[in-house]
């Protein structure tokens, strides 16, 4: 495979009409202003296989009209041109490389890291939407300990493998609680509606409210969230991020659609796991599907806020899955990955970071003392 410059001819319009414009003629595929871009094309064995258009920009570039000859589809030449762009621009300091992406191509897109912006639109018939990489250096991701404060009547409690019957009440004012990890240095919190789990409807956004209302923290929320109404309740009430588990799995469509009107940056995809098999419906009915095909489909639609529970360590204090957490991190490397479930004591948090987890959630091991306020303040 080779990567080099090539002019607007008629080998590159011809690629650039048979897949992306089949019949039309090659004066109808050529682009305003092409002879102001920069063409690239992908030779294997001195055919044309892949073409693409760049224009470069005041801190941007746009591409345009990626193609690749069907023969050599799914052999990475499209993701390999558009590393070679992004090595270009990152060159030139150009921050941003973007493109108006055909609906059919967004999964491509977002496994290649572009993130989508606006609305789709249509022109010629065809859905279209605007994609961006951002090509800024990232500044070193910050390991988040991440308590969870697990709400019953209004009370923070803990459960033991989600079973509503071993319930263990810490604090009755959840507020205190969530006050004194912030005064520690936490950042994110953690908080669960188990009375809205077990109802099927958000109960306890009151505490919520409090929570965000009364403290500078990061708080995302999860329990009883089963319709749009739901999800702008708790975002209303000042949630940064509304965690979903069973809806994304029962319901994907659904869930799909909350992730396009309110963003991906506003959800945070729970994934519980039994023997690398999804678990719904509380914990009491694990289904066939497997959690890498699980976290595909859904990371290929967008989705990149993700956190693994596993369920056989929930509440155990026996430390967390490490093996299953490495498979996912090395299968897809450019999520968001939380661990959360078995945290038994601060060597296990060192041990999530080091294998490369962006955070822990931690809810026994605090309470229980198994991790103490000094050795929390060292992760913070």
């Known amino acids: 495979m080779q990567i080099r410059r090539i002019s607007v001819d008629d080998a590159l319009l011809r690629v650039r009409r048979d897949v992306l414009y089949p019949n039309a003629t090659l004066d109808a595929v050529t682009v305003d202003h092409d002879a102001d871009g920069l063409h690239f094309g ?23 009209k990626l193609a690749t000859v069907p023969a050599a589809q799914g052999k990475g030449y499209g993701k390999a041109i558009l590393d070679h762009l992004a090595d270009i621009c990152r060159k030139e300091n150009i921050q941003l490389l973007w493109c108006n992406a055909r609906e059919t191509a967004v999964s491509f897109y ?16 065809i859905n279209f939407i605007r994609m961006e990489l951002s090509l800024e250096k990232p500044a070193a991701k910050r390991f988040e300990v991440i308590p969870a404060i697990d709400i019953i009547d209004g009370k923070c409690v803990r459960l033991t493998q989600g079973d509503y019957s071993q319930q ?11 006050k004194e990890f912030e005064a520690l240095g936490v950042r994110r919190l953690h908080l669960v ?13 009151k505490v919520l409210e409090n929570i965000a209302g009364k403290t500078s923290l990061i708080t995302d929320f999860g329990g009883g969230i089963k319709t749009g109404k739901d999800l702008e309740i708790v975002y209303e009430c000042g949630a940064a991020l509304a965690t979903i588990g069973s809806v994304a799995v029962k319901s994907p469509e659904l869930f799909f659609s909350w992730v396009e009107r309110f963003g991906a940056d506003k959800i945070f995809l729970g994934a519980d796991v039994k023997e690398e098999k999804i678990a719904v419906g509380g914990w009491l009915e694990t289904t066939g599907l497997s959690v890498f095909d699980f976290l595909e489909s859904n990371i290929d639609r967008g989705v990149q806020n993700i956190f693994c529970t596993d369920i056989a360590k929930d509440g155990l204090l026996a430390g967390p899955s490490i093996d299953l957490y490495k498979k996912i991190i090395g299968g897809f490397p450019g999520i968001n990955f939380v661990a959360s479930g078995g945290v038994s004591n601060i060597g296990d948090v060192a041990a999530l970071q080091e294998i490369g987890c962006h955070g822990v959630i931690i809810g026994k091991a605090i309470y229980e003392g198994k991790i103490s306020t000094a050795e929390l303040k060292s992760f913070l």
Not at 43 to 63: H, I, M, N, R, Y
Not at 116 to 123: A, E, L
Not at 170 to 176: A, D, G, K, Q, S
Not at 193 to 205: E, T, Y
């Open 42 to 64: 992908v030779f294997d064995g001195g055919q044309l296989v892949t073409v693409v258009s760049l224009f470069p920009g005041k801190g941007e570039a746009q591409f345009r």
């Open 110 to 125: 977002h496994r290649l890291g572009y993130a989508t912006r606006g609305n789709y639109f249509v022109k010629e018939g």
């Open 168 to 178: 263990k009440v810490y604090n009755e004012h959840p507020l205190e609680v969530a």
């Open 193 to 205: 509606d188990l009375d809205g789990a077990k109802k099927g409807a958000v109960v306890n956004w």
